[in-house]
């Protein structure tokens, strides 16, 4: 809900009902789904339900499939996801594979395909207003040894902390709170982004906490400091979790960031990922 354009009784009943209904417990955010390629109706309602309340959810497959990609694919379309991004690691209905390459070219900035940690992001924050990645998908075919635990943060609930302590989140708003420089390499223009913005009144972030190839408004950056404060200090509203294989989450493109990890010599962390420009809602 936009503080700036409701009264401030409105705003209060949302964030506190927000905040009152969070849970970081996975049993809270989990569905078991029998068969990926025919979910039941039940499954499904538990899934729309918990993302539309946490704007996350995990879900676990609970026996083989043949075909897993294939499979993968046929849930998304069943919940609703579509229209997806297609890069050039992905395959040609936008299903990209997550793992560790050795060699990477220059022009590759924003791919993390590595094994170090990743700062707390949005996917996409680099994409211009015409390619917004509104929801994704993670699928967990095979788990690093040691380390890669995934953290998760609801982006509405970043904004409404925000808001408690704050008030000039109108400086996260701005239409260029950030840069994007222009990518000789790859062709691309330089790109201005809001940190906060509202699509089809539904709260949008696009957001990274890395330190290379953004550039900060000097309006943003005293509000964008004490946002990544918020994020860092809030431990309270992290969901944090390794997958195990088989699982995986489904999320309307919240923050999230990922820890170090290393692999075994002949088992490699490999995740699926599908990126979607339709948000995920009943």
């Not at 994020?231 to 309270?236: L, Q, R, T």
Request: aromatic share 10%; with cysteine; proline share 1%.
């Amino acid at each position: 809900m936009n503080i700036l354009e409701n009264t401030r009784t409105n705003y209060k009943r949302w964030a506190d009902k927000k905040l009152e209904g969070f849970s970081n417990k996975l049993d809270d955010l989990i569905v078991e789904i029998n068969n990926p390629n025919s979910i039941s109706k039940s499954e499904k309602n538990i899934i729309l339900k918990t993302i539309n309340q946490h704007n996350i959810v995990f879900f676990q497959i609970n026996k083989g499939t043949i075909n897993l990609k294939s499979s993968i694919k046929t849930l998304a379309s069943q919940i609703g996801l579509g229209n997806y991004e297609i890069d050039s690691k992905s395959d040609n209905d936008g299903l990209t594979e997550i793992k560790i390459h050795n060699s990477m070219k220059p022009s590759a900035e924003y791919i993390p395909y590595t094994d170090k940690q990743l700062n707390w992001h949005t996917d996409g924050y680099y994409n211009n207003e015409n390619n917004l990645i509104l929801s994704w998908l993670l699928f967990c075919k095979s788990q690093s040894e040691n380390g890669g635990m995934n953290k998760y943060m609801d982006h509405e609930i970043a904004y409404i902390l925000f808001n408690k302590s704050f008030d000039n989140i109108g400086d996260l708003m701005l239409h260029n709170a950030y840069r994007i420089p222009e990518n000789e390499l790859t062709g691309r223009k330089a790109i201005d982004n809001a940190i906060f913005s509202f699509i089809k009144n539904k709260l949008y972030m696009k957001f990274s906490m890395r330190e290379k190839n953004i550039i900060w408004n000097d309006k943003s950056k005293a509000a964008t400091n004490n946002l990544k404060d918020i994020i860092n200090s809030s431990e309270k509203y992290h969901i944090s979790h390794k997958f195990s294989e088989g699982q995986g989450v489904i999320t309307n493109n919240i923050i999230h960031m990922r820890t170090s990890f290393t692999n075994l010599e002949k088992k490699n962390r490999l995740l699926y990922r599908l990126r979607s420009k339709k948000r995920m809602e009943t």
